[in-house]
């Protein structure tokens, strides 16, 4: 069955940088467009980064909040996507979420903690 599995999580400073990881299974991952959301208590999920899949390149879009600052990976030998996640504000603060287009599949997210 489709999995998406993230990791990387944790509580880190302003300024400071993480990565995040999501691994992913039971379909076809190369032509899949994927992105990484995020949702803030009492917010709505917000899409931050997406990545094209081997039919249009590999292209990369990102929200104004985090061009600049965040990166998106992929590598579809391994079945994985990535975020990198540098110069932290408090205000990324959130769960962040991988997501699927092709398989229409969320992973369960993991948590982001941006503090001193």
């Given at each position: 069955?489709?999995?998406?599995?993230?990791?990387?999580?944790?509580?880190?400073?302003?300024?400071?940088?993480?990565?995040?990881?999501?691994?992913?299974?039971?379909?076809?991952?190369?032509?899949?467009?994927?992105?990484?959301?995020?949702?803030?208590?009492?917010?709505?999920?917000?899409?931050?980064?997406?990545?094209?899949?081997?039919?249009?390149?590999g292209s990369t879009n990102y929200a104004d909040s985090v061009k600049g600052r965040f990166t998106i990976s992929?590598?579809?030998?391994?079945?994985?996507?990535?975020?990198?996640?540098?110069?932290?504000?408090?205000?990324?603060?959130?769960?962040?979420?991988?997501?699927?287009?092709?398989?229409?599949?969320?992973?369960?997210?993991?948590?982001?903690?941006?503090?001193?």
């Open positions: 069955q489709v999995q998406l599995v993230e990791s990387g999580g944790g509580l880190v400073q302003p300024g400071g940088s993480l990565r995040l990881s999501c691994a992913a299974s039971g379909f076809i991952f190369s032509s899949s467009v994927m992105s990484w959301y995020r949702q803030a208590p009492g917010k709505a999920r917000e899409l931050i980064a997406s990545i094209g899949g081997s039919t249009n390149g992929r590598d579809n030998a391994k079945n994985m996507v990535y975020l990198q996640m540098n110069s932290l504000k408090p205000e990324d603060t959130a769960v962040y979420y991988c997501y699927a287009r092709r398989a229409g599949a969320w992973g369960q997210g993991t948590q982001v903690t941006v503090s001193s």
